[in-house]
Protein backbone atom coordinates (compact mmCIF):
# COMPACT_ATOMS: atom_id res chain seq x y z
CA UNK A 1 0.00 0.00 0.00
CA UNK A 2 1.42 3.31 -0.90
CA UNK A 3 2.05 6.00 1.94
CA UNK A 4 -0.32 8.60 2.85
CA UNK A 5 0.45 12.05 1.34
CA UNK A 6 -0.52 15.23 3.44
CA UNK A 7 -2.10 17.46 0.53
CA UNK A 8 -1.15 21.14 0.84
CA UNK A 9 1.76 20.48 3.69
CA UNK A 10 4.41 23.17 4.40
CA UNK A 11 8.23 22.27 3.13
CA UNK A 12 10.96 22.22 4.82
CA UNK A 13 11.67 25.23 7.05
CA UNK A 14 8.30 26.87 5.83
CA UNK A 15 5.37 27.88 7.76
CA UNK A 16 1.37 27.81 6.31
CA UNK A 17 -0.72 30.30 7.82
CA UNK A 18 -3.88 28.80 8.51
CA UNK A 19 -5.85 31.41 10.92
CA UNK A 20 -5.86 34.75 12.80
CA UNK A 21 -7.65 35.73 15.80
CA UNK A 22 -8.33 39.05 16.81
CA UNK A 23 -8.95 41.07 20.41
CA UNK A 24 -9.06 44.10 22.11
CA UNK A 25 -8.44 45.26 26.03
CA UNK A 26 -10.57 47.09 27.88
CA UNK A 27 -7.53 49.13 28.35
CA UNK A 28 -6.80 49.53 24.30
CA UNK A 29 -4.06 47.39 24.22
CA UNK A 30 -5.14 44.40 20.97
CA UNK A 31 -3.77 40.66 20.46
CA UNK A 32 -3.43 39.40 17.48
CA UNK A 33 -3.29 35.53 17.52
CA UNK A 34 -2.01 33.13 14.25
CA UNK A 35 -2.18 29.83 14.39
CA UNK A 36 0.56 28.43 11.41
CA UNK A 37 1.43 24.71 10.14
CA UNK A 38 4.72 23.61 10.35
CA UNK A 39 7.16 20.27 9.97
CA UNK A 40 7.54 18.99 13.10
CA UNK A 41 11.26 18.57 12.14
CA UNK A 42 11.37 22.33 12.50
CA UNK A 43 10.27 23.43 15.68
CA UNK A 44 13.19 24.09 16.63
CA UNK A 45 13.87 26.61 13.65
CA UNK A 46 11.13 28.12 13.18
CA UNK A 47 9.88 29.22 16.69
CA UNK A 48 9.93 33.28 16.92
CA UNK A 49 12.00 34.80 19.57
CA UNK A 50 10.13 36.82 22.29
CA UNK A 51 9.62 40.51 21.42
CA UNK A 52 9.88 39.60 17.80
CA UNK A 53 8.03 42.14 15.59
CA UNK A 54 5.17 40.83 13.52
CA UNK A 55 6.15 42.65 10.51
CA UNK A 56 8.98 40.32 11.26
CA UNK A 57 7.58 37.18 11.56
CA UNK A 58 4.11 36.82 10.05
CA UNK A 59 3.39 35.34 6.66
CA UNK A 60 0.14 37.50 6.58
CA UNK A 61 -0.50 39.84 3.81
CA UNK A 62 -0.80 42.65 6.59
CA UNK A 63 1.72 43.39 9.02
CA UNK A 64 2.19 45.22 11.60
CA UNK A 65 5.34 46.70 13.59
CA UNK A 66 3.69 47.97 16.71
CA UNK A 67 2.74 44.19 17.72
CA UNK A 68 5.50 41.50 19.20
CA UNK A 69 5.69 38.31 20.08
CA UNK A 70 4.65 37.38 24.02
CA UNK A 71 3.82 34.05 23.76
CA UNK A 72 4.10 30.97 21.20
CA UNK A 73 3.27 27.56 21.41
CA UNK A 74 3.49 24.05 19.86
CA UNK A 75 0.93 21.13 19.59
CA UNK A 76 2.10 17.89 17.68
CA UNK A 77 -0.51 16.76 14.85
CA UNK A 78 -0.07 13.03 13.04
CA UNK A 79 2.05 12.91 10.26
CA UNK A 80 5.05 15.01 11.52
CA UNK A 81 3.03 17.98 11.61
CA UNK A 82 2.62 20.73 14.06
CA UNK A 83 0.42 23.72 14.61
CA UNK A 84 2.28 26.64 16.18
CA UNK A 85 0.53 29.24 17.55
CA UNK A 86 1.86 32.79 18.14
CA UNK A 87 0.79 35.33 20.19
CA UNK A 88 1.41 38.68 19.35
CA UNK A 89 0.47 41.70 21.37
CA UNK A 90 0.58 45.69 20.88
CA UNK A 91 -1.52 48.08 18.77
CA UNK A 92 -2.29 47.82 14.72
CA UNK A 93 -2.39 51.30 14.28
CA UNK A 94 0.46 53.01 12.75
CA UNK A 95 1.15 56.00 15.72
CA UNK A 96 -1.09 57.10 18.81
CA UNK A 97 -1.95 55.45 22.05
CA UNK A 98 -5.62 54.61 22.99
CA UNK A 99 -7.01 55.98 25.85
CA UNK A 100 -7.18 55.47 29.20
CA UNK A 101 -9.79 53.85 31.34
CA UNK A 102 -10.81 55.85 34.51
CA UNK A 103 -11.82 54.33 37.40
CA UNK A 104 -13.78 56.28 40.30
CA UNK A 105 -13.53 54.61 43.33
CA UNK A 106 -15.04 55.55 46.88
CA UNK A 107 -13.27 55.01 49.54
CA UNK A 108 -13.68 55.54 53.38
CA UNK A 109 -13.98 59.40 53.82
CA UNK A 110 -12.19 59.94 50.45
CA UNK A 111 -12.26 59.48 46.66
CA UNK A 112 -9.48 57.64 44.60
CA UNK A 113 -9.07 57.92 40.81
CA UNK A 114 -7.31 55.26 39.08
CA UNK A 115 -6.35 55.29 35.31
CA UNK A 116 -5.43 52.19 33.59
CA UNK A 117 -3.58 53.05 30.46
CA UNK A 118 -0.72 52.07 27.46
CA UNK A 119 2.05 53.69 27.32
CA UNK A 120 5.75 53.82 25.00
CA UNK A 121 7.53 55.10 27.85
CA UNK A 122 10.30 53.27 29.56
CA UNK A 123 9.81 51.75 32.92
CA UNK A 124 12.06 54.39 34.74
CA UNK A 125 10.66 57.28 32.99
CA UNK A 126 6.90 56.19 34.50
CA UNK A 127 8.65 55.57 37.84
CA UNK A 128 10.32 59.03 37.73
CA UNK A 129 6.90 60.50 37.01
CA UNK A 130 5.46 58.59 40.03
CA UNK A 131 6.38 61.30 42.68
CA UNK A 132 3.65 62.09 45.73
CA UNK A 133 3.76 65.60 45.05
CA UNK A 134 3.03 65.85 41.94
CA UNK A 135 -0.91 66.88 40.76
CA UNK A 136 -2.77 64.13 38.67
CA UNK A 137 -2.63 65.11 34.87
CA UNK A 138 -5.90 66.94 33.12
CA UNK A 139 -5.24 64.40 30.15
CA UNK A 140 -3.58 60.85 29.87
CA UNK A 141 -3.47 59.44 26.34
CA UNK A 142 -6.73 61.77 24.74
CA UNK A 143 -8.78 60.91 27.64
CA UNK A 144 -10.09 64.36 30.45
CA UNK A 145 -9.58 63.14 33.78
CA UNK A 146 -11.63 64.20 36.48
CA UNK A 147 -11.82 67.51 38.22
CA UNK A 148 -8.61 67.94 40.42
CA UNK A 149 -8.97 71.01 43.00
CA UNK A 150 -6.29 73.20 42.84
CA UNK A 151 -3.53 73.56 44.90
CA UNK A 152 -4.02 75.47 48.16
CA UNK A 153 -2.06 76.57 51.06
CA UNK A 154 -4.31 78.91 54.21
CA UNK A 155 -3.28 81.89 55.44
CA UNK A 156 -1.29 80.52 57.90
CA UNK A 157 0.62 78.19 55.96
CA UNK A 158 -0.61 75.46 57.98
CA UNK A 159 -2.27 72.93 55.65
CA UNK A 160 -1.75 72.34 52.17
CA UNK A 161 -4.01 70.76 49.89
CA UNK A 162 -2.28 69.43 46.29
CA UNK A 163 -5.22 68.09 45.02
CA UNK A 164 -5.20 64.51 43.32
CA UNK A 165 -1.52 63.48 43.41
CA UNK A 166 0.70 60.15 42.15
CA UNK A 167 -0.41 57.75 45.29
CA UNK A 168 0.95 54.72 43.73
CA UNK A 169 1.68 53.05 39.79
CA UNK A 170 1.92 49.78 39.05
CA UNK A 171 3.29 48.79 35.72
CA UNK A 172 4.00 45.71 33.48
CA UNK A 173 5.95 45.30 30.24
CA UNK A 174 3.09 44.07 27.30
CA UNK A 175 5.58 43.77 23.83
CA UNK A 176 6.50 47.40 23.05
CA UNK A 177 4.30 48.69 25.31
CA UNK A 178 3.95 49.63 29.41
CA UNK A 179 0.47 48.37 31.23
CA UNK A 180 0.08 51.49 33.63
CA UNK A 181 -2.21 51.99 36.35
CA UNK A 182 -1.63 54.55 38.03
CA UNK A 183 -3.39 55.53 41.24
CA UNK A 184 -4.36 59.27 42.42
CA UNK A 185 -5.69 60.60 45.70
CA UNK A 186 -6.00 63.60 47.67
CA UNK A 187 -2.51 64.66 49.10
CA UNK A 188 -3.16 67.53 52.09
CA UNK A 189 -0.11 68.44 54.60
CA UNK A 190 -0.99 69.79 57.64
CA UNK A 191 1.93 71.68 59.94
Known amino acids: MPDARLIGSPS ?5 LRRVDYATERNGLETLTETYTIRTADRATI ?11 STSSTTYDRMAVENFSFRAQDGDISELT ?13 GALVRILPASGET ?32 IMPFNPPFFTNKNNSVTNYGYTYF ?17 KIYIVQF
Open 12 to 16: SGKKT
Open 47 to 57: QPAFLTAHSNF
Open 86 to 98: VTYVGLTSATGLP
Open 112 to 143: IIQAEFVSDITESELIAQAVITTRMPGVINGT
Open 168 to 184: GTEAARRGQFIVATVVF
